[in-house]
């Protein structure tokens, strides 16, 4: 099952030795086999992955020393799957106990990219998944983060410098996303009048939120610079707003004729 380097003989070495001790505290429960070898979760082994023969109690220091070592101890479709799982519990390490993620997450965050990448190409979702990631996100709660949520997510953060490649991708979209322009399909729907449930919904969704000062002086100098219409009736000038409410069709010097 494991290629016979020394990366397997250190991973066994840890393995046989936390079997003969007892840990009562600061420890985790480790899989020997991984649980994604076994046929229950889309692997190729038979058997109960939660077998007691088949876990160990790991400190953390070795549980992560562990997932290190078994992308190098295996190839092909189960090194795909310990780089993922490594990758995961990597970044759990840094946000939950603060460890380096250490020389190594680079590369193998690198690795679960492009073998993500590599399953995903020429595969689309069924209608089945579709449904049930639109339910899912029908049940979701959208609302202004928790000070709690807020602070891990500082925290997670924090100290983090993004590489010039990262700085420069981050431009280039931004750049990319201010030159797109809607095409004339899109824009002909964007012109149809919206639906009563539709403007309920938007104006509910804005009620309570003030505008910023920098959002007030674009809606004014908008205004100002917004063309004005004669009415053929009065001869009175008005902006769109006003002219389609009081003059045109609706001007009163129409209606007392």
């Known amino acids: 099952m494991y290629l016979q380097n020394k990366y397997t003989t250190w991973y066994n070495n840890i393995v046989s030795r936390a079997k003969n001790r007892i840990l009562t505290e600061g420890f985790e429960t480790h899989h020997i086999i991984p649980k994604s070898f076994f046929l229950k979760n889309s692997g190729w082994i038979g058997g109960n992955p939660d077998d007691s ?3 160990v109690m790991l400190t953390i220091r070795e549980h992560r020393l562990c997932h ?19 990758n995961i519990l990597l970044q759990n390490r840094e946000i939950k106990y603060g460890l380096s993620k250490g020389k190594l ?27 049930k990631i639109k339910q899912k996100r029908a ?13 891990k997510i500082s925290k997670s953060h924090k100290g983090k410098k993004k590489t010039p490649e990262h700085i420069a991708k981050v431009i280039k979209n931004l750049k990319n996303w201010s030159e797109k322009r809607h095409s004339e399909s899109t824009r002909e729907k964007m012109r149809k009048p919206k639906s009563v449930e539709h403007r309920l919904s938007m104006s509910k969704a804005r009620k309570g939120k003030p505008l910023s000062e920098g959002w007030k002086k674009k809606l004014s100098v908008a205004k100002l610079l917004a063309p004005s219409f004669t009415c053929p009736h009065c001869g009175k000038n008005a902006k769109a707003a006003m002219f389609s409410r009081w003059h045109g069709d609706n001007c009163r010097l129409l209606k007392d004729f």
């Open 53 to 55: 023969n088949n876990l």
């Open 68 to 86: 290190l070592l078994l992308p190098k101890m295996t190839t092909g479709i189960a090194r795909a799957k310990m780089v993922y799982a490594a």
């Open 105 to 131: 997450y680079e590369s193998i965050k690198q690795e679960a990219i492009i073998n993500l990448s590599k399953l995903k190409i020429g595969k689309s979702l069924s209608k089945e998944t579709k449904d």
């Open 139 to 151: 049940l979701q709660v959208i609302g202004p983060r928790s000070e709690e949520t807020r602070l």
